[in-house]
């Protein structure tokens, strides 16, 4: 459960890893957090997305139907897909906190930030990008390149809010019809101290997990 005036993303967030980037406390404070995911059946898939303030205040929430070819698709689909939602609602100089149970799409899109701070546009590790989700991928480029600063948490797929949204979009389809919300997060009530020492890259405690590339 989430601290009082608190995002319950904000809080999965900050205890989950961030692939190849250092998770010092500073960077907690997230203006918006969104958890998205995507499903994969014969029968038909699903795509869900989650975006809460950092005090609580839920902006939106989306499950929609769809129909990609894999797991990997989907989840790529449904990444971009909570980024439109949350870019038509942000400022541009947002602060973003992104929650996904892919390992290779987390990573991915903190290699693309950390590339767009090198001097040479180079990713400390390689971008592989599935041949099928290249048009959506080109899409969250964009919207990730669109906000002030963004950084992905690899979650667990029992932990993830917009997994029932992608699992069972029918049984959610009322989620669509929330009213749209445009709101700002209060402002941060106390910064962390300037002394405080940021924590190594969180990165390496998944090794042991075993997590997979791809969940439905």
């Known amino acids: 459960m989430a601290a009082h005036g608190r995002s319950a993303l904000r809080d999965l967030f900050d205890e989950s890893p961030t692939p190849h980037i250092a998770h010092p406390p500073r960077t907690h404070h997230r203006d918006f957090y969104v958890a998205t995911d995507g499903s994969f059946r014969q029968s038909g898939g699903g795509l869900g997305a989650v975006i809460e303030t950092r005090d609580g205040t839920r902006v939106a929430r989306v499950a929609t139907a769809d129909t990609p070819p894999d797991n990997n698709v989907a989840e790529y689909r449904a990444l971009h897909l909570g980024l439109d939602v949350l870019a038509a609602r942000a400022p541009r100089d947002a602060s973003v906190g992104v929650l996904i149970d ?31 989700t290249r048009y959506h991928w080109r899409g969250i480029q964009a919207r990730l390149t669109g906000f002030g600063e963004v950084r992905a948490a690899r979650i667990d ?4 809010p917009a997994h029932p949204l992608a699992n069972a979009p029918g049984r959610y389809q009322h989620v669509n019809s929330e009213p749209d919300r445009c709101v700002l997060p209060e402002p941060p009530q106390s910064e962390p101290s300037p002394t405080q020492f940021p924590p190594p890259s969180r990165a390496s405690r998944n090794s042991g997990g075993g997590g997979s590339q791809a969940s439905d």
């Open 157 to 160: 797929s029992d932990q993830n």
């Open 102 to 132: 892919h390992d290779a799409l987390a990573s991915n899109v903190n290699n693309t930030i950390l590339a767009t701070r090198h001097p040479d546009g180079e990713p400390p590790q390689p971008v592989s990008i599935p041949a099928a």
